[in-house]
Each structure stands twice: as C-alpha cells, then as structure tokens.
C-alpha cells in the first residue's frame, strides 16, 4: 500500500471498525498475513495470529450477541467504548510515521470516523428495533457485519474508491445527526432498564 493511498485506508477501516470492530481487526490481520496488505510496522502486532484468533472469537460472539433482542442494546451500548478507542489506536498505529501532532490528528480523526458509524448504526437500529418480527433486527446485524469486512478488504485493493463511499455514509450521517443524538440516548436508556430488569429478576 503506498503512502499516499495511506489516509484513504484509514478513512475507510475507521468506518468499518464503528460498525464491527473485531470483523474489522482479524480481516486487517488476515489481510496483512495473506501478503494483500502490507500494515506499518506499528501495526504488525495486529497480523499475530493470537490477534487474529482473539478477534475471531469476539466476532462469534457478537455475531450472536447483536441478533437478540434487548441484550442487543446493553452490548452495543458497552462497545461504544470499544470500537471508537480501537480506531482511534488503529489510526493512531498507522500514522506511526508522522510528526506527533499529526499522529494525534489522525488519531482524533479515526474515532470520531468509527463514532459515526457507530452512530449511524444505532440510528439504523432505533428504527428497525420497533419492528415486532425479528428478522429485519437480524437482517440489518448481518449487513452491518457483511459491510465491516467488505470495507475493509475492498480499501486495501481500492482505498480511493473505498474512501469515496465512506464520505458519502459520513454525509448521510452528518444530514441525520439529531436522529443518531436520538438513537445514542435510547440506546443507553434502553441499555440501563434491560441491566435494571436482569438485576431486579436475579
């Protein structure tokens, strides 16, 4: 990966890591291992196989975990604090070359990108969740999963390409901004009367 085609990477792994973060980190990992992807040498402890496998793992259970409903909401909520720090070390790791102050913008830059995301997909959630039939909830989970490690995979052969789609998500969020405000508050909301319930039923 050349340096200049670098940013445009990040902009889109940032993307993929607000809306499935382990997906995000094993496919990079598996990427690097394969030789598709060549990560800066900040970045290499993320081609280890006990990364990768670690990642694998909370991937399975997420993949399980996102699909039941009303626990959904606790786990996302909890792994706002997951996906936008590692992001942001992700791109913290990348930018290893440049000067501190720049290390930092990009590091600022590659959570607030994976806050977006998260952002959207809450605000993607707040409107499926009142569905009563569980199949859209699932169906959307699985797009959400299935776009994390496309993203991913299509920035390391088409980083610009990839960067493009990710500014047009990133604009489709920044139009609905008050709609993630919304979902975000819900969300943890929700999060706090399902932890309530399980606390008052045990």
């Not at 694998?56 to 604090?81: Q, R, S």
Request: with cysteine; net charge positive; glycine share 6%.
């Amino acid at each position: 990966m050349s340096s200049p085609a670098r940013p445009a990477l990040l902009l889109a792994t940032s993307f993929a890591a607000g809306l499935n973060v382990y997906a995000t980190v094993a496919t990079l990992g598996l990427l690097s291992r394969a030789q598709v992807l060549v990560l800066p040498p900040a970045l290499h402890p993320v081609a280890s196989w006990y990364v990768i496998g670690a990642c694998v793992a909370l991937f399975l259970v997420e993949f399980f975990a996102d699909k039941i409903p009303a626990f959904d909401l606790v786990w996302n909520a909890l792994h706002t604090f997951v996906r936008i720090p590692v992001a942001a070390l992700l791109a913290w790791g990348a930018a290893a070359q440049l000067s501190p102050g720049m290390q930092l913008l990009a590091a600022v830059l590659g959570g607030g990108i994976a806050l977006a995301a998260h952002g959207g997909k809450m605000a993607a959630r707040l409107a499926v969740t009142p569905s009563p039939e569980p199949l859209s909830n699932i169906g959307l989970s699985l797009g959400e999963d299935a776009l994390a490690v496309f993203l991913t995979w299509f920035a390391s052969q088409h980083p610009y390409i990839a960067a493009a789609i990710v500014i047009v998500a990133l604009l489709m969020v920044v139009l609905m901004i008050r709609w993630v405000i919304r979902a975000m508050r819900s969300l943890f909301r929700g999060a706090e009367r399902q932890i309530a319930h399980t606390s008052s039923a045990a």
